[in-house]
């Protein structure tokens, strides 16, 4: 179903999740040292399931919508101060980051923060810390993560500090499939490596999804690669969602051609002034 927004701009409604969402955000506001505010009325949703692209450029404000749903903010003076995050039916705003990743909900952060001086497999252990199911239980889901990372077994015993950008992309997402997660909030993981690579880890993101069930929030400036394997997407702008739509839908919008993808409309000879004219008459009205 298609909506059209205050802006102007054909969007696809959100598809109706009230009893299939494994995380709602709702009208979020969040102010850093009490009095930056940083987000204003952010809403999304995602299916369980499902993979959802957060899409924005750098300052938008996508990596403190995750730390706002993983409760990370606390430990750079950030707080939650309007509206409520769900997961899986239940207020989580109080929760601790490991209370929540003990229901199933983890971040992968920007810039991997693997553990250097620690092997990549003890890397992947530490992910299992939540866990009370046992040594074998650890040591099978481990042989999983080999089987998606085949990568990572090659180089268990290395340092992780000296591995490539791209194993340590893998490794910070095994990490966090040791957890057992159901949902993984992935934050810029095309960030820092070569095309090959991004399709790589994306790849394996859609078989996750796929063969194991585990949902998706991924935030990301590479707009190209992620509407191509998420099912819906939403776009901040100075700490607001300006979009939002069924994926295919926002890969065909011009402005979203025109502002993240890199293609102008026709006679268009100035993106900057174009981008300019449209951010004040349409996409912020």
């Known amino acids: 179903m298609t909506a059209t927004g205050k802006n102007g701009v054909g969007e696809t409604s959100a598809p109706d999740t009230a009893t299939d969402a ?3 955000v709702n009208n979020i506001e969040v102010i850093y040292n009490h009095v930056i505010l940083v987000l204003k009325g952010v809403s999304l949703t995602v299916p369980r399931g499902g993979i959802v692209a957060l899409l924005g ?5 996508k990596t403190t919508t995750l730390k706002a749903i993983s ?12 509206g409520n995050i769900q997961f899986e039916g239940e207020r989580v705003e109080a929760l601790s980051p490991n ?3 003990r229901r199933g909900c983890i971040q992968v952060m920007e810039g991997r923060h693997c553990f250097g001086h ?3 497999e003890e890397n992947l252990l530490t992910g299992a810390f939540t866990r009370r199911d046992g040594a074998a239980g650890i ?7 080999y089987g998606y990372f085949p990568r990572l077994r090659e180089r268990r015993s290395s340092q992780a500090g000296y591995t490539s950008g791209g194993e340590q992309q893998m490794t910070a997402i095994g990490r966090a499939l040791m957890s057992r997660p159901k949902m993984i909030l992935l934050d810029e993981p095309s960030m820092g490596l070569a095309p090959q690579l991004v ?14 069930g585990v949902s998706f929030l991924l935030a990301e400036q590479n707009t190209n690669i992620a509407l191509r394997y998420a099912k819906y997407g939403y776009i901040l702008e100075s700490g607001r969602i300006v979009l939002d739509g069924d994926a295919k839908a926002l890969r065909e919008n011009e402005d979203v051609k025109e502002f993240y993808l890199g293609v102008g409309g026709e006679g268009r000879r100035s993106f900057k002034n174009v981008k300019h004219y449209k951010r004040r008459k349409r996409w912020l009205a």
């Open 22 to 24: 494994i995380l709602s």
């Open 118 to 120: 620690l092997t990549v």
């Open 57 to 61: 450029a750098n300052g938008a404000g």
């Open 199 to 212: 399709e790589e880890i994306f790849e394996i993101v859609r078989k996750l999804n796929e063969e194991q």
């Open 99 to 101: 209370d929540l990743v």
């Open 71 to 82: 409760n990370l903010l606390h430990a750079e003076r950030g707080l939650v101060t309007k």
């Open 139 to 145: 040591k099978r889901d481990l042989e999983m993560v």
